[in-house]
């Protein structure tokens, strides 16, 4: 049935707008969205023939023959709206109005997944806990969210977040909050609003409506939120809580001892404390995250015995989905900080994504579900069944109770016996993925999978370069096609890992600069057209028996690839170089004419497209010359089509001219530095990402004597006596040796450290004098927080594109998501 109206109700229990991550389909409402990049009306029919049989599509998209094949499918219903994602989002608040249960949202630039996991630790005994899953915070996994709220919960927890103005609003009018937890206020998300004060009232819009907000208050003389929400919402009670005064609301004391710390809560002008923890962290991001939580649980009607209690269960809390080089030859994949059905249903696809290794799955016991054992591990077992998992391995007296319901599992009693058991050396080729409940210690089962031959890693944050690729893909518009940059192992963050994420993004064009590499991505799966920027007359079987095209940039080559075309009987795509001030590869303007006739008389070469490249397209100062660069190669582009009697792809311009020069970009443009968020233009660098962090560990701490000296050539000196750490990185690892003698930082639990002496092969040292509360067991970033990659390279004298290419294949990269 096709309805052109809104759903009054859904029958189904999942939603989803991916065609992807779709495992129940009879079960499952599909959201199909026309968007800027991507329009899921395209998989309406093949979702249909899977089993889905409730769809809401929009109207701007719903012509064309499948308007008439769906009027003659079964038992399906078909809502034709204006919008689907409003749709979505007023559905939830629908099924949001039908609970009574208290609502808690958190808000803030920072800390809000880690509140919302801890508060639900806090709570998890007293209540049952409905909570956002891992991240789900934006206009579209808020409702995704509200929709997993069932008749057997009491509690709800759910994160909110924003990029632009008018979003939270339509957040609140979902959730419908009664209290409010607000975690910090920073400068993330900051490009679209026109000042701080704007995207802190728009925050706060998110509890107009609240009864109680819980914040900290940093400044005595001067509350921004207070004064925002006494207009917004007068009647909301405002808990801020200090760590300044005793006399100013609720007085916070911290003790550090050790790896530990001690919050006391005191409320003003009383002497006695109502909440009294222990708590195993020190660093001040989860000091102000816990009070926030325990001073909510508070709130709550937990008493002071109740957190004390449960405060020793909070852990630290991966954020980020972890996929780590293995030993054997396996892939970990390390999810366990959240063992819950909606985590199990997220991670699950990962485990078959982009992999033609076996898949393998070793998760614990699912702990305080609130759910019947029986319906529990019957769900989980229909889960892996539908994902084809491999081989799954649990863990715990639950799973053990309830083995009959998996076709075929392996099961333990604890991580201990998994592991004496020697099972996991088994485990070869593989993709692993670890799901356990944190009393399980999966920790263990991490290390002994994982591949840990050097202690220094480049994690590369794939949510961050799909955030990137948003962006760029937003400016250039619809019209203009896009080419990334895969050359150099994907200047050395992957190439596979880094080309299947773009493959899977909808990108146009991929670009290598040699065939082997080409060659490579292909046997890996990638099926996207490749562009090979110097490919060798040798090369000729190899780029044609892998359908790489190759970037042709003088007659000598023209001619080879024409003659084996011709012999070979074969069409051959081509991209053709022009040189128009590069001086580097590439067609000059005075063969332009004769490079026309020749590829007129060639009818086994098809023009792909037509490229030059860019020489000062980041430097303002010759802004003149890029744009004489531009007109020249418009022109000699216009020459050679006239002449082939068809239409190319033209492209000119790199990063920087994407944004720099507009009048560039033609019909596609070539994406490279600026997916990984390094620019010059500062316009631009509030609006991307850092997709690179570069981390190490310490090995040693020394304490040096006045009279003692530093490394090679006894060229470090402190001054007078302190302490030093020798850092597991050096110049074989990629750090430069110009980065030695106080030139280069690292950053070690917030601080910046000063290189000292020389940089060794292997290993550098840093002065930690000042810094008491460095110990071994901290990790030194090199570049990707404090220290970002653009700034490191102008200290080393060099530019980003060497440091990251540099990056030796010893350092282990990490990929990491939400």
Request: glycine share 6%; charged share 25%.
């Amino acid at each position: 049935m096709i309805q052109h109206k809104n759903p009054a109700h859904l029958r189904a229990s999942y939603l989803s707008l991916d065609s992807r991550q779709i495992y129940e389909p009879a079960k499952t409402a599909f959201f199909a969205v026309n968007g800027l990049n991507h329009d899921g009306h395209q998989y309406v029919e093949s979702l249909y023939a899977k089993g889905v049989r409730e769809f809401i599509v929009e109207e701007s998209a719903w012509h064309g023959s499948i308007v008439d094949k769906a009027a003659k499918w079964e038992q399906t219903n078909i809502y034709v709206v204006e919008n689907s994602i409003k749709t979505l989002q007023t559905i939830a608040k629908q099924h949001r109005e039908q609970f009574n249960f208290p609502i808690i949202a958190i808000t803030g630039s920072n800390g809000k997944t880690i509140c919302k996991e801890w508060l639900a630790t806090l709570c998890g005994s007293r209540y049952k806990v409905i909570k956002s899953p891992k991240s789900y915070n934006s206009q579209i996994g808020v409702p995704l969210s509200i929709w997993a709220i069932q008749e057997k919960h009491n509690l709800g927890i759910f994160e909110a977040g924003i990029s632009q103005k008018g979003e939270m609003s339509k957040i609140e009018t979902m959730l419908q909050p009664d209290y409010g937890i607000f975690t910090h206020f920073g400068e993330a998300h900051g490009s679209n609003f026109s000042s701080d004060e704007e995207k802190l009232r728009e925050k706060l819009q998110l509890f107009k409506k609240a009864k109680k907000l819980v914040y900290r208050i940093t400044n005595l003389q001067d509350d921004p939120i207070k004064q925002i929400m006494q207009e917004t919402n007068p009647s909301c009670e405002l808990i801020g809580w200090n760590t300044i005064s005793p006399d100013k609301g609720l007085f916070t004391f911290w003790q550090t001892k050790g790896k530990t710390a001690q919050i006391k809560v005191i409320k003003a002008a009383q002497s006695e404390t109502f909440i009294d923890s222990l708590i195993d962290f020190n660093d001040d991001a989860s000091l102000e995250n816990s009070t926030h939580c325990l001073i909510m649980a508070s709130i709550l009607g937990l008493s002071r015995e109740e957190i004390r209690i449960k405060s020793h269960a909070l852990k630290p809390i991966s954020m980020r989905l972890e996929m780590k080089e293995g030993l054997r030859g396996n892939t970990l994949i390390d999810d366990s900080y959240n063992n819950d059905l909606d985590g199990l249903r997220l991670a699950l696809p990962l485990l078959k994504k982009n992999s033609t290794k076996k898949s393998v799955l070793i998760l614990s016991d699912f702990l305080e579900t609130g759910i019947p054992e029986e319906e529990l591990y019957t769900t989980i077992a229909t889960l892996i069944h539908q994902h084809k998992i491999d081989r799954v391995i649990g863990i715990g007296d639950q799973i053990i109770r309830n083995k009959r319901f998996f076709k075929e599992i392996d099961v333990y009693h604890n991580t201990e016996d998994l592991i004496s058991s020697g099972q996991l050396n088994n485990i070869i080729q593989s993709q692993i993925l670890l799901k356990g409940a944190r009393k399980y210690n999966f920790e263990k089962l991490a290390n002994r999978l994982e591949n840990k031959s050097h202690r220094t890693q480049l994690e590369v944050n794939l949510d961050a370069i799909q955030h990137n690729l948003r962006y760029f893909k937003k400016d250039i518009g619809p019209e203009t096609k896009l080419m990334v940059m895969v050359k150099a192992f994907a200047y050395g963050t992957g190439a596979i890992e880094i080309a299947t994420l773009l493959q899977n993004s909808g990108v146009d064009y991929l670009t290598v600069a040699y065939t082997d590499e080409g060659v490579y991505l292909r046997k890996q799966g990638i099926y996207l057209p490749i562009m090979v920027m110097n490919p060798q007359i040798d090369d000729l079987d190899k780029l044609t028996e892998n359908g790489l095209e190759p970037e042709i940039y003088s007659f000598e080559l023209l001619k080879a690839i024409d003659e084996y075309g011709t012999s070979q009987s074969k069409n051959i795509k081509i991209h053709i170089k022009l040189d128009t001030g590069m001086k580097r590869l590439g067609f000059d303007s005075s063969e332009i004419e004769e490079l026309s006739e020749n590829l007129a008389q060639m009818p086994h070469l098809w023009v792909a497209s037509i490229l030059s490249h860019l020489a000062a397209a980041d430097s303002p100062q010759h802004a003149e010359f890029t744009e004489e660069q531009v007109t020249k190669f418009k022109l000699a582009a216009a020459k050679i089509e006239s002449s082939l009697g068809y239409q190319t792809i033209k492209h000119i311009a790199n990063s920087a001219a994407i944004s720099n020069f507009p009048s560039a970009r033609i019909d596609m443009v070539r994406l490279g530095i600026s997916l990984y968020g390094i620019t010059g233009n500062p316009n631009v660098k509030n609006k991307i990402e850092n997709v690179l962090t570069l981390k190490t560990s310490i090995s040693q701490i020394k304490n040096i004597a006045p009279d003692e000296t530093i490394g090679y050539g006894r060229r470090g000196k402190l001054n007078g006596k302190g302490r030093i750490a020798t850092l597991a990185i050096g110049y074989a690892d990629g750090y430069s040796r110009t980065l030695g003698m106080g030139k280069g930082s690292f950053e070690i639990k917030g601080h910046l450290c000063p290189t000292v002496g020389s940089i060794c092969m292997d290993m550098c040292m840093v002065d930690i004098s000042e810094f008491p509360d460095i110990t071994l067991e901290d990790t030194a970033i090199a570049f990707g927080g404090k220290i970002q990659l653009y700034e490191l390279a102008k200290l080393a004298e060099t530019i980003p594109y060497e440091l990251m290419t540099n990056i030796s294949e010893r350092v282990k990269r990490v990929y990491v998501t939400q």
